[in-house]
């Protein structure tokens, strides 16, 4: 008998991973936490968007609670987003750093210009080097960072006034004090 | 008019294939010449309808007919004709075109070049490759039409993705996939011996001149796929452990299993289970392949249109071709005769033993590629498995792969002193440890323990070599007996695997240098201002706008001098594709034997200063060169006088064999 077994261990092992194929197609792997939540921000030097002789870093981070949104003006998402984080800017209940991905200044500079601009200081990182090391899957996203520069949330989507009451500020309260 | 026409032809194409699929396979069963006589012309039928079909998706990118999504999609008027043929495969629908193409390629090359077979085993051969072309033309015609129609009709198309227009990627799915789909008359030839129940040499031996050749396109599939990615990406990395990659390298690694099985099965008649087995288990990763690339279960690099009513359809498939060829093996197995006897140590043993770390390694690049699907299904969190450990893995298994393949060519058949074939290896073994210790020293370079390993490692495999050329040419005098023993039978098998292990001694000093050694630099610089690099002088000059075809270009000039000797004019470019106004980077290359140059543009900074990334990239050509290496010594292999000879040898013989329904013993 087990002389016939051993030749179904291929099968058996087939059955396993179609049952874990079948189940990987109701999963989605979009919806990803970040590795990178409750771990320091990830050390970067990048120029600042607005002047490219002028550089931000992690150290910028330091000593306050802030928002990392990382966007860009080929995502249609981040449009529909950018009225919600002005709204936020206005309040100045948080101060918001922006993390232009994959993108192009001119077009980015032209955009802040036109939709009105809530960052505090945006990052360029044209070739989303920068996007790989803090585990950006795609724009926009949206990072909580507390005072010692450890990122507390990672928000995956456009950011809605809901989302923020919600999730968002709750946190960001919870952190500053 | 056109897309119409494609449409019906792929329609015909599918009934063909389903004539192709069951009659052939009924008639060989229940001994119906007039059935089993079906296979060919239906599979030449099936062929030549898929061609036209192929043909009018291509005319329909080169007439710019917009009202073709597929075409509205991936094409433009101002992409240059070379690149409105490529975009054909350039997304989901047009490749899966180019895939059943190929298939039914095979399966007439099969019927044409395979007349020697008894037409009951060519009959069943053709009609399991019917059964998967069944799949793949109701996958096209179900879920992803190439033909499907636009109204309004656009002006203008969406083109095709700028990291697409490149030779390099023009042919690469191609290739790739003459390698995918050439498992498939592996797994076929498998397939119709487990059902004749006659697992023999003769099958072996035919068999394995196609999965030599399909294994040599895979071959040259993913070394073209690594030097785009090289040359296109901007970043100077050849190879990433994304998913798409690893769905390309499981069945090489099975394959590569495979054809070393394969011999021990036609020489000696061992191995008869393990290697049917692994002829599933190639054609099986190649499918899983496409299914990981097409359903959306995994994240990748590479961003294809994924769906998971695709991913269905490919699993339902999936578990019918794999399903069912592993149920067939099961019942069948039990029943087959183990094969030659052989000894503790003998070349069976060393193969065996590179089968099983091929094996392993292949199972490790499964695990690490469905790591995130397994642990999200299992409500484990998520996690990403990258570079450092695939690396760590090959670091572990490689040294112990080439041992073995020091050893295999010097050792055997049957039976092996140790102590004799230690005597033989004792020079091979006192030179490369001599050479890995001198090149882990800093003498030249700084030192490294890695590039000691590597250069160790390559020795010995060049110096086996030379042993094993030097015994096989002891009775044989100097250039003239080489060019005899060069058109003996059975020396392309054997010039094959000389040149293809060279080919991986050649890979491994260049995946190790360039690893170790690679300087990079990421610096600003203003026109006319220079920097150092690895004793290189690069001086920037400035960046001039330029239009192209279908794109605008900022492209730079950089002068690379050797002490005040000019040795190259770089031109890296920067380029924003009209349509899709992705940016993307044209990196300027010094191409050298012993290293690369690379520069690539980042961003304008203002006053004509520029960004720029730049790397000295040691011995990365090897790493090429050693692929087309391993490729060619397929080619050599797959070129043997001996499957030829058998071609006419075996004529009169499958006559007289008529149609009892068993595969003829050829023995050996």
Same mark, same amino acid.
């Given at each position: 008998?087990?002389?016939?077994? /051993?030749?179904?261990?291929? *099968?058996?092992?087939? @059955? ?7 189940? =990987? !197609? ?53 449009? /529909?987003?950018?009225?919600? *984080?002005?709204?936020? @800017? ?7 750093? =922006? !993390? ?58 456009? *950011? ?18 | ?668």
């Amino acid at each position: 008998m087990t002389r016939y077994l /051993r030749y179904l261990v291929p *099968l058996a092992i087939f @059955a396993l991973l179609v049952a874990l194929l079948f189940r =990987g !197609l109701s999963l989605d792997p979009k919806i990803v936490p970040s590795p990178l939540v409750g771990k320091p921000i990830p050390t970067f030097t990048l120029t600042r968007l607005d002047n490219p002789a002028v550089t931000i870093s992690d150290a910028d981070f330091k000593g306050k609670v802030s928002l990392l949104n990382v966007w860009a003006t080929w995502c249609v998402s981040c449009r /529909r987003e950018h009225e919600t *984080l002005v709204q936020l @800017a206005k309040t100045g209940q948080v101060e918001i750093y =922006g !993390l232009n991905y994959k993108d192009n200044r001119e077009d980015a500079n032209r955009w802040l210009a036109q939709l009105g601009n809530p960052y505090v200081a945006n990052a360029f990182d044209s070739d989303g080097r920068v996007g790989i090391d803090w585990g950006v899957y795609g724009a926009p996203e949206t990072f909580i960072i507390d005072r010692e520069g450890i990122i507390r949330h990672k928000h995956i989507g456009p *950011l809605t006034i809901e989302i923020l009451n919600e999730e968002i500020l709750p946190l960001v309260a919870k952190l500053k004090s | 008019m056109i897309p119409e026409l494609g449409h019906l032809a792929l329609i015909l194409a599918l009934s063909l294939a389903l004539v192709l699929a069951i009659f052939p396979m009924i008639g060989s069963l229940n001994n119906t010449p007039g059935w089993i006589a079906l296979a060919r012309p239906a599979a030449w039928g099936q062929f030549f309808f898929i061609a036209i079909a192929f043909g009018c998706l291509v005319s329909s990118f080169l007439n710019d007919d917009f009202s073709v999504v597929y075409v509205a999609q991936n094409g433009n008027t101002l992409l240059p004709p070379v690149y409105k043929v490529s975009a054909v495969w350039g997304a989901h629908e047009g490749s899966l075109l180019l895939w059943v193409f190929i298939l039914s390629g095979w399966t007439v090359a099969v019927s044409l070049l395979a007349r020697h077979l008894p037409a009951v085993v060519l009959a069943r051969v053709l009609s399991v490759m019917g059964l998967v072309s069944i799949g793949f033309l109701s996958f096209l015609l179900f879920t992803s039409n190439p033909f499907a129609r636009v109204f309004p009709v656009p002006l203008e198309g969406g083109d095709l993705n700028p990291l697409l227009q490149d030779p390099g990627l023009a042919i690469h799915p191609p290739m790739l996939y003459m390698g995918y789909v050439g498992m498939s008359v592996a797994f076929s030839f498998a397939i119709a011996a487990l059902i004749g129940g006659r697992l023999d040499a003769a099958w072996a031996r035919w068999s394995r001149p196609w999965t030599t050749v399909a294994w040599m396109f895979l071959t040259i599939g993913i070394t073209l796929g690594s030097w785009w990615a090289y040359n296109e990406l901007g970043w100077g990395g050849w190879w990433f452990w994304d998913p798409v990659e690893n769905a390309s390298f499981m069945p090489w690694l099975a394959a590569t299993a495979l054809i070393h099985s394969l011999a021990v099965t036609e020489k000696r008649g061992a191995f008869k289970r393990w290697t049917v087995l692994l002829a599933l288990l190639a054609f099986s990763l190649s499918l899983l392949g496409t299914f990981l690339v097409r359903s959306g279960v995994l994240t990748s690099v590479h961003a294809f249109a994924s769906d998971p009513a695709r991913g269905l359809f490919i699993l339902i498939f999936l578990c019918i071709v794999i399903g069912g060829s592993l149920s067939l093996y099961a019942a069948r197995a039990p029943s087959v005769t183990s094969g030659g006897r052989f000894d503790g140590f003998s070349r069976e043993t060393l193969l065996l033993g590179n089968n099983l770390l091929l094996v392993i390694v292949t199972a490790f690049v499964l695990l690490g590629t469905l790591a995130p699907l397994i642990y999200d299904a299992l409500d484990w969190g998520k996690i990403s498995v990258g570079f450092p450990w695939f690396n760590r893995m090959f670091v572990i298994f490689t040294p112990f792969l080439v041992v073995l393949m020091g050893m295999g060519p010097l050792t055997r058949w049957k039976h092996q002193d140790p102590a004799d074939l230690a005597r033989q290896l004792r020079v091979a073994l006192l030179i490369s440890l001599g050479g890995g210790i001198l090149a882990a020293l800093p003498l030249l370079h700084e030192g490294s323990v890695w590039a000691g390993l590597a250069v160790m490692l390559s020795l010995w495999i060049v110096c086996s070599l030379l042993l094993s050329l030097r015994q096989r040419l002891r009775y044989r005098k100097g250039l003239a007996g080489l060019w005899q023993d060069l058109g003996a039978k059975g020396s392309g098998s054997y010039y094959g695997m000389v040149v293809a292990h060279f080919g991986v001694a050649v890979f491994i000093i260049g995946v190790t240098f360039v690893m170790q050694y690679n300087v990079e630099k990421d610096i600003r610089l203003s026109p006319g201002e220079s920097t150092e690099l690895a004793g290189y002088t690069l001086r920037f000059d400035g960046v001039q706008a330029r239009q192209g075809p279908n794109y605008r270009a900022d492209r730079g000039t950089v002068h690379i001098l050797k002490g005040e000797r000019e040795i190259a004019l770089l031109q890296p470019e920067k380029r924003v594709y009209t349509v899709q106004t992705k940016p993307m980077t044209e990196s300027g290359i010094d191409v050298g034997f012993t290293r690369d140059i690379y520069v690539s543009l980042g961003e304008g900074l203002g006053n004509g200063d520029w960004s720029m990334r730049l790397y000295y990239k040691p011995f990365i050509r090897w790493i090429w060169f050693g692929g087309l290496l391993i490729a060619i010594g397929g080619l050599l292999a797959a070129s043997d006088r001996r499957y030829r000879i058998a071609v006419r040898d075996r004529v009169p013989a499958s006559a007289a064999l008529g149609n009892d329904g068993l595969i003829a013993n050829g023995g050996s």
